[in-house]
């Protein structure tokens, strides 16, 4: 399984911590009670209980334990996707995470987010291609979101798998809606950054 390290690092987790959160996971489908109460330790209960990443089932005669009773919650199933997706950084699923919330407050009811896994990724492995910020990737993809809103599927603006079937997204990385807006509507787009992360500066 791949491990993004500088993430979890972020996160302020150790692998040690990782292992044992994805042990709380699989809890919930099978009874690893006896590994948690030999690993799961009361700082990294804490830790999790800080991060709200972890919840426990109602106490009861068969689940009297703590470590039967740990469950990894909506939060932490999330984080444990986000914690096995490559290449990303902790701002870029902050990023990722505001653009799905700007795209599904569109008045569009069939829109649909796609693999929120893959456009982390997606988001993350097109700034380092084209080498931009943060902020300039953020501006670049809600810019398009506004110019072209009969996009069905946030991950489509990336790449559209049931067109491209075969190759990875920087593989095919040109025939991506999102570079092919920047490379014609470039001006627009520079003029953009100028203004908004000026602003986004001043109001920090």
């Not at 044992?20 to 009874?31: F, G």
């Not at 920087?170 to 000026?198: C, G, T, Y």
């Amino acid at each position: 399984m791949y491990i993004n390290h500088n993430l979890l690092e972020a996160k302020g987790l150790s692998p040690e911590d990782f292992t044992v959160l994805c042990a709380a996971k699989q809890n919930r489908i099978e009874d690893l009670s006896e590994y948690l109460k030999k690993h799961l330790t009361e700082a990294q209960i804490k830790t999790f209980e800080t991060l709200s990443i972890v919840e426990y089932i109602k106490e009861s005669k068969k689940n009297n334990t703590v470590y039967k009773r740990i469950r990894v919650n909506a939060d932490g199933n999330n984080l444990i996707e986000d914690l096995t997706t490559p290449e990303v950084t902790e701002n870029d699923l902050k990023m990722r995470d505001y653009l799905i919330e700007i795209y599904l407050a569109h008045e569009d009811k069939e829109r649909t987010v796609g693999n929120k896994k893959l456009i982390g990724m997606y988001c993350a492995q097109f700034r380092n291609h084209l080498n931009l910020s943060v902020y300039q990737m953020y501006w670049l993809a809600y810019f398009f979101l506004q110019e072209f809103q009969f996009t069905k599927k946030l991950e489509n603006i990336f790449m559209d798998r049931n067109k491209i079937r075969y190759g990875s997204f920087l593989n095919n990385i040109h025939d991506s809606k999102l570079l092919q807006f920047f490379e014609e509507r470039l001006p627009e787009v520079e003029a953009l950054w100028a203004a908004k992360i000026k602003e986004t500066v001043e109001n920090e």
